[in-house]
């Protein structure tokens, strides 16, 4: 009677045991899928990446969101895109036309804040103090789930000194480098690549016949020195304009740049 007790018994614990893996596996399972069923967050970047530029010069950088899954029923976003106030000042942001596509009949509500706007809560504090950009936009009603990539916003820089300086998404206490929400206010996970700028002293202007104007004829001197180092016979100093002792494609280029100048 012993023996057949213990039998049972170790078949009741047997089952049980068989059960409690059952429940296991599915429990797993189902987190599975639901880990499966969340889109990977988004990416913001700036683009270009690098960028050279010298004193005096503007240049254009472009805000873009990238790999965006319809899933998260983006509703709007907040960037706040910090800068070196030492070599570069703010001089524009428009916003991008990557909502546009997915807006409603009214459309979506922005905010862009820059430059000698206040930095609350400051009253005495400006954007341009603290190096930061505020892009702010948000769809107003009735809208398409937005998806894909595109570009949010284009800010324009004005280089004021030589230097290096990061181009870096971040909101203070915030745990994502940007506030994206969707219509719930439910933030949306995202990630961020930021940019770099480099700023260098300008290269000499290419105005190589000193006639106050680039056109075709420094373009001219510049062909008949392509390719030569100091000593060669036909090397011209002036039309190594980035000073790296020969004359290429590099000379070339910043010949194209100013093509039509006239001299400041």
């Known amino acids: 009677m012993d023996e057949i007790r213990k039998s049972i018994l170790g078949t009741i614990l047997t089952l049980i045991i068989?059960?409690?893996?059952?429940?296991?596996?599915?429990?797993?399972?189902?987190?599975?899928?639901?880990?499966?069923?969340?889109p990977p967050p988004p990416t913001l970047m700036v683009v270009p990446g690098e960028v050279e530029a010298y004193p005096g010069e503007t240049f254009d950088v472009n805000i873009t969101i990238n790999d965006l899954a319809a899933d998260w029923e983006l509703a709007g976003y907040e960037i706040h895109l910090h800068y070196g106030t030492e070599l570069l000042n703010v001089i524009n942001v428009i916003i991008g036309p990557f909502f546009d596509g997915f807006a409603g009949p009214d459309g979506?509500?922005?905010?862009?804040?820059?430059?000698?706007?206040?930095?609350?809560?400051?009253?005495?504090?400006?954007?341009?103090?603290?190096?930061?950009?505020?892009?702010?936009?948000?769809?107003?009603?009735?809208?398409?789930?937005?998806?894909?990539?595109?570009?949010?916003?284009?800010?324009?820089?004005?280089?004021?000194?030589?230097?290096?300086?990061?181009?870096?998404?971040?909101?203070?206490g915030w745990p994502y480098p940007a506030k994206l929400s969707d219509s719930e206010t439910n933030p949306i996970p995202c990630t961020a690549v930021s940019g770099h700028v480099t700023v260098s002293i300008a290269p000499p202007f290419p105005d190589l016949n000193d006639d106050g104007i680039v056109d075709i004829f420094d373009g001219v001197l510049i062909a008949i020195a392509y390719g030569t180092k100091p000593g060669d016979p036909k090397w011209n100093p002036r039309a190594d304009l980035n000073?790296?002792?020969?004359?290429?494609?590099?000379?070339?280029?910043?010949?194209?740049?100013?093509?039509g100048e006239t001299r400041p």
């Open 18 to 38: 068989c059960m409690a893996m059952i429940v296991i596996g599915l429990h797993a399972q189902i987190a599975s899928v639901k880990a499966d069923t969340v």
């Open 243 to 259: 000073s790296d002792n020969i004359v290429d494609i590099f000379d070339l280029i910043i010949w194209g740049r100013h093509y």
């Open 108 to 172: 979506t509500f922005n905010v862009t804040k820059y430059g000698e706007d206040y930095y609350p809560p400051y009253s005495d504090k400006t954007y341009d103090d603290f190096g930061v950009v505020l892009v702010t936009c948000a769809f107003i009603d009735g809208r398409t789930p937005p998806e894909g990539t595109g570009t949010l916003a284009t800010i324009t820089f004005n280089v004021t000194e030589i230097g290096n300086s990061d181009l870096e998404f971040e909101i203070l």
